[in-house]
C-alpha cells in the first residue's frame, strides 16, 4: 500500500516569526522583528527559496511551495517590502541569489560592555 510521502519539512508563519521544521528534526526559526535582509534564490528545476536573515546572517529558508498567502502578506508589514520585486525575482532568478529587500534601518550592534 502506498501513502503520501512524508514532505521534507514543514513551515509555520505567525505573527511572531516564522519557522521551519526538517524531517530529520532540525529546526531554522525567526522573528519578524529580526529580519533585516530577505533574499530569493532559485534552482534549475527545483523550487524557488525564500531567505529570510536576520543581522548575524542566521535565518530562515522558506520553499515557495510550502508558503501561502500568510507569508506574503505579513511580509507586506515589513518596511518599504515590494511584493512585485518579490514576484519577479522569483520568476526570473536563475540558479542564484537575488536580494529583494533589507531593512531601511537595521538593528545597531550591541554596544561594547565592561565589566568589573
Do not use: K, Q
Amino acid at each position: 500500500m502506498h501513502g503520501n510521502a512524508m514532505p521534507d519539512s514543514y513551515v509555520y508563519v505567525t505573527e511572531e516569526g516564522v519557522t521551519r521544521h526538517y524531517a530529520d528534526g532540525s529546526v531554522e526559526a525567526l522573528a519578524w522583528e529580526d529580519v533585516v535582509e530577505v533574499r530569493v534564490r532559485a534552482e534549475p528545476e527545483a523550487d524557488v527559496f525564500y531567505i529570510l536573515l536576520d543581522r548575524d546572517g542566521e535565518g530562515c529558508v522558506v520553499p515557495r511551495s510550502a508558503t501561502d498567502a500568510t507569508f506574503l502578506a505579513r511580509l507586506r508589514y515589513l518596511p518599504d517590502f515590494d511584493l512585485d520585486r518579490l514576484h519577479l525575482a522569483s520568476e526570473s532568478a536563475m540558479d542564484g541569489v537575488v536580494v529583494v529587500w533589507r531593512s531601511p534601518d537595521p538593528p545597531s550592534a550591541l554596544p561594547d560592555l565592561e565589566y568589573d
